[in-house]
């Protein structure tokens, strides 16, 4: 028997890493030196935000995105913390608003003026009291607008309404007291149902947050985690860590068992923390080390062996922290997949670091750029309390295109009893009872022949986590718009299958063909 290897096609099997020229640097950026394990760098397609050195509390930087080269020593900069700045996240919703948190027990939310900074701002819109030692991480939720998360050393996650009147917010809505040390990192799942956490207890924690309730706990003792992360809609968590023999590791973990992780990989015996970030429109993973210059770059898939390593981005300068863009304020035309942001503080230079896939033609690469998160949010905050969950709107990167409703990215979707509640109340705001039903009724011999063609499989809901026959139909320019852009993505999705099978086909037409000449022989 002859030995076949085994290759594997990828479309983002030759991306590589181009920093950008020294002109389109942000250079002479005091950058702070503090050892805080967090990323110091927050980015919109708007501004540039990085935590500075100042003497007497805590301040940051806002840099418009465009305005690269040397920075003025005496630009403003955002300073009303009273202790270091730990972290700053951008509203995803909002290009103009950003929080903050600091050693002084304080998160501050600030509005950023459109124009140029031309005095330092020392007055934020709000300011959320509520922890008793300082605050190390935030996290705004990925759909649900005006909901912020804030873990501090007092071993609580909060979780705060800044959609109120008020200047100074001293009640969040919900405390978690799970752990029992410091977090360490905090991640969301695609609608925000769920929270991924590590703690300094060596234990990733799967919580509901509305209700507090620990669903998964693992107690691992070979990997001693650092940061977690979701991987979209594929149900895996991804943990960057040290082993037993202080080796750097990333492991894989079903996030339904947190038992024994799915894939452990060790990369090197350096000391320095490693920081994930995961695009699920590519289903790229990027390992980015702190206090080296590397970017290691991976494409995760659904079946074993779930990690493929790529190629790894080499640079000789260390990098402290970084940022990442998101995706809508990436170049399409360059074919730009991905965009870092390194601190480079041995510099005072930010840098940013593009991830192309090598392409000759400059047109629209619509392969490499599904359905991607938009700056419009899925739900209110209220919404969100009340226990509803949804997917991010998403947009097409195309110039011109508009938002469109969630798809999931694979076709093992959410439990429907999730979800049903929300699109019900969906269908009935938009369309009238008697309407619906009378609809129904004219339609209903048409979905029986349908459904009797369909396999058995496919009638309890079709790919895309998208049921026909539980939605109604369009009947706004804008769902009509939504609708037709859902069955693009299904018919470049099925293009893909009939592919596949295609190849499959030739490949057992080729074996058949051995076979007969193996029997001839004998």
């Known amino acids: 028997?002859?030995?076949?290897?085994?290759?594997?096609?990828?479309?983002?099997?030759?991306?590589?890493?181009?920093?950008?020229?020294?002109?389109?640097?942000?250079?002479?950026?005091?950058?702070?030196?503090?050892?805080?394990?967090?990323h110091f760098c927050a980015v919109n397609p708007h501004f540039v935000a990085v935590v500075t050195e100042c003497a007497g509390g805590g301040a940051f930087l806002v840099i418009p995105i465009h305005q690269t080269g040397k920075l003025d020593p005496h630009y403003p900069r955002i300073c009303g913390h009273k202790g270091n700045v730990l972290d700053i996240k951008w509203n995803p919703f909002n290009d103009f608003i950003i929080a903050s948190c600091s050693e002084d027990a304080t998160v501050k939310i600030w509005d950023i003026p459109k124009h140029l900074l031309t005095r330092n701002i020392t007055n934020p819109k709000k300011e959320l009291l509520g922890h008793a030692r300082r605050v190390g991480l935030i996290e705004w939720h990925p759909t649900a607008e005006n909901i912020l998360f804030s873990s501090g050393y007092d071993y609580k996650i909060m979780i705060w309404n800044v959609d109120t009147r008020e200047a100074v917010i001293s009640n969040p809505v919900k405390i978690l007291d799970a752990h029992k040390d410091v977090i360490l990192s905090m991640s969301f799942n695609t609608d925000g149902s769920l929270l991924a956490t590590a703690c300094r207890d060596r234990k990733i924690?799967?919580?509901?947050?509305?209700?507090?309730?620990?669903?998964?706990?693992?107690?691992?003792?070979?990997?001693?985690?650092?940061?977690?992360?979701?991987?979209?809609?594929?149900?895996?968590?991804?943990?960057?860590?040290?082993?037993?023999?202080?080796?750097?590791?990333?492991?894989?973990?079903?996030?339904?068992?947190?038992?024994?992780?799915l894939?452990?990989?060790?990369?090197?015996?350096?000391?320095?923390?490693?920081?994930?970030?995961?695009?699920?429109?590519?289903?790229?993973?990027?390992?980015?080390?702190?206090?080296?210059?590397?970017?290691?770059?991976?494409?995760?898939?659904?079946?074993?062996?779930?990690?493929?390593?790529?190629?790894?981005?080499?640079?000789?300068?260390?990098?402290?922290?970084?940022?990442?863009?998101?995706?809508?304020?990436?170049?399409?035309?360059a074919c730009e997949i991905f965009r870092f942001y390194k601190l480079i503080p041995t510099k005072s230079?930010?840098?940013?670091?593009?991830?192309?896939?090598?392409?000759?033609?400059?047109?629209?690469?619509?392969?490499?750029?599904?359905?991607?998160?938009?700056?419009?949010?899925?739900?209110?905050?209220?919404?969100?309390?009340?226990?509803?969950?949804?997917?991010?709107?998403?947009?097409?990167?195309?110039?011109?295109?508009?938002?469109?409703?969630?798809?999931?990215?694979?076709l093992e979707p959410e439990p429907r009893l999730k979800t049903t509640d929300h699109y019900q109340g969906w269908g009935e705001a938009t369309v009238p009872a008697e309407t619906q039903k009378k609809s129904e009724i004219q339609d209903s011999g048409k979905q029986l022949e349908v459904r009797e063609r369909l396999p058995k499989k496919d009638q309890t809901h079709l790919s895309n986590g998208?049921?026909?026959?539980?939605?109604?139909?369009?009947?706004?320019?804008?769902?009509?718009?939504?609708?037709?852009?859902?069955?693009?993505?299904?018919?470049?999705?099925?293009?893909?299958?009939?592919?596949?099978?295609?190849?499959?086909?030739?490949?057992?037409?080729?074996?058949?063909r051995n076979l007969h000449m193996v029997i001839g022989m004998y």
């Not at 250079?27 to 394990?37: G, K, L, R």
């Not at 706990?217 to 809609?233: I, P, T």
Request: net charge neutral; aromatic share 10%.
């Open 349 to 410: 230079l930010i840098e940013p670091v593009s991830m192309i896939v090598p392409r000759r033609s400059e047109s629209y690469q619509e392969d490499i750029y599904p359905l991607t998160t938009g700056a419009q949010p899925a739900l209110t905050a209220q919404e969100w309390l009340n226990g509803i969950n949804k997917g991010p709107l998403l947009v097409s990167l195309r110039p011109g295109s508009g938002n469109v409703d969630s798809l999931p990215q694979y």
């Open 205 to 261: 924690r799967v919580i509901e947050p509305r209700s507090g309730t620990v669903l998964q706990e693992a107690n691992y003792k070979s990997h001693r985690v650092n940061k977690v992360l979701f991987l979209g809609n594929m149900k895996k968590l991804l943990s960057t860590g040290t082993s037993r023999w202080n080796n750097r590791q990333i492991a894989l973990w079903d996030q339904n068992d947190l038992s024994v992780p």
């Open 1 to 38: 028997m002859s030995w076949h290897p085994q290759y594997r096609s990828s479309k983002f099997r030759h991306v590589y890493g181009k920093a950008a020229s020294k002109d389109k640097c942000y250079d002479c950026v005091p950058i702070t030196h503090s050892v805080h394990d967090n």
């Open 466 to 512: 998208f049921d026909i026959f539980e939605c109604p139909p369009p009947k706004t320019e804008n769902e009509l718009l939504h609708m037709f852009y859902r069955q693009q993505e299904e018919i470049r999705r099925l293009r893909e299958v009939v592919n596949q099978r295609d190849v499959q086909i030739k490949q057992m037409e080729l074996e058949l």
């Open 263 to 333: 894939v452990e990989e060790d990369l090197d015996g350096s000391s320095g923390l490693l920081f994930p970030f995961y695009d699920s429109d590519t289903n790229m993973l990027y390992v980015v080390g702190k206090g080296d210059g590397n970017i290691r770059y991976y494409e995760i898939s659904p079946e074993k062996p779930y990690l493929n390593y790529l190629t790894e981005y080499h640079s000789h300068l260390p990098q402290k922290g970084i940022g990442m863009m998101p995706k809508r304020g990436l170049e399409v035309s």
